[in-house]
């Protein structure tokens, strides 16, 4: 039984003769949280419409749980729950009572389900309070849980921690893992605060101009720490030997800045190299050593410092 929850192949959108999509193809598995990022004008938006049938493909399929979105629309779609930014709430209702209203449109929901997904986002305490009176991280949560009503096997959230504080981005955080792990169900988060997603996401897919040109997975922090590449910033003497030293022996460019030199490296392997130079005398007066972020990558990307 294939583990592919939405597969997209070779999707492309046109607005008269200007192509907008050009091309995608990726997957995304069950119970994966794949992010989605790319600056404004990128086609993220106009992506996540043509994966729930809110806008036609030019060219290409979506295939969900192995439906085409073009050939078998309804059975297709179903499989879909989405929230996009804020969720409409009705505010003089309480948070049961929103859920009881949107559950009736919907065929076969149980009283026990609503009762699962309230559990599943942990709102038990507040969910016959009204909405109105809801913290906007609650709202968002009530939001997820609207969307996962249904038991879709994938949740598309588009920028879910717009405009929360710390704690509300942690705790939408956590909840978008749990539902991944304990539904299996594949999240699809659509945003542009980088550092949240790459705490939140198993993969991340960078979009530029309508084009895939990365899709990265995201290992655990401290195999990450260890493997990943850091920003080394050395300050030395004399300059010039210790750039053709790394040269030579590492195949490292270092760029010059005032005394110092940077460049990315190993973080396990940095003591070495550092040994080295001071075996080769040349004299250090300082190292400074930063992890090089996803924010680093998607720039280093992009070429642009636009995100959307």
Not at 143 to 151: M, R, S, T, V, Y
Request: proline share 3%; aromatic share 6%.
């Amino acid at each position: 039984m294939s583990n592919v929850a939405m597969e997209l192949v070779n999707v492309k959108k046109s607005i008269g003769k200007k192509e907008i999509i050009k091309g995608l193809s990726f997957s995304i598995q069950k119970g994966e949280v794949f992010g989605f990022i790319g600056p404004n004008g990128a086609g993220k938006t106009t992506t996540i419409r043509m994966m729930v049938g809110l806008m036609k493909l030019t060219d290409g399929d979506v295939k969900i749980l192995g439906n085409s979105i073009k050939s078998n629309y309804k059975e297709a779609v179903r499989e879909v729950g989405a929230i996009v930014e804020n969720p409409e709430m009705y505010p003089f209702m309480s948070g049961w009572q929103n859920l009881m209203h949107y559950s009736r449109m919907i065929p076969g929901i149980s009283k026990g389900r609503v009762k699962e997904v309230i559990s599943l986002v942990g709102l038990e305490k507040v969910i016959k309070e009204k909405v109105g009176r809801y913290s906007l991280g609650m709202r968002q949560r009530l939001g997820i849980a609207q969307a996962l009503l249904h038991n879709p096997s994938i949740l598309i959230l588009d920028e879910p921690t717009n405009g929360l504080d710390p704690a509300g981005i942690r705790e939408i955080r956590e909840y978008i893992r749990k539902i991944a792990k304990e539904q299996q169900v594949a999240v699809i988060i659509s945003s542009h605060l980088l550092a949240e997603i790459e705490q939140v996401c198993d993969r991340i897919g960078i979009i530029k101009n309508g084009e895939m040109i990365s899709i990265q997975s995201v290992k655990d922090q401290e195999e990450l720490e260890q493997e990943s590449l850091s920003q080394v910033q050395l300050e030395v003497t004399p300059i010039n030997h210790a750039m053709n030293l790394l040269k030579e022996k590492y195949e490292i460019d270092a760029e010059v800045n005032d005394q110092s030199i940077s460049f990315e490296y190993n973080k396990a392997d940095i003591p070495k190299l550092i040994q080295f130079l001071v075996s080769e005398e040349i004299d250090i007066y300082q190292v400074e050593i930063s992890k090089v972020t996803l924010e680093d990558k998607f720039f280093d990307l992009i070429g642009e410092n636009v995100i959307g």
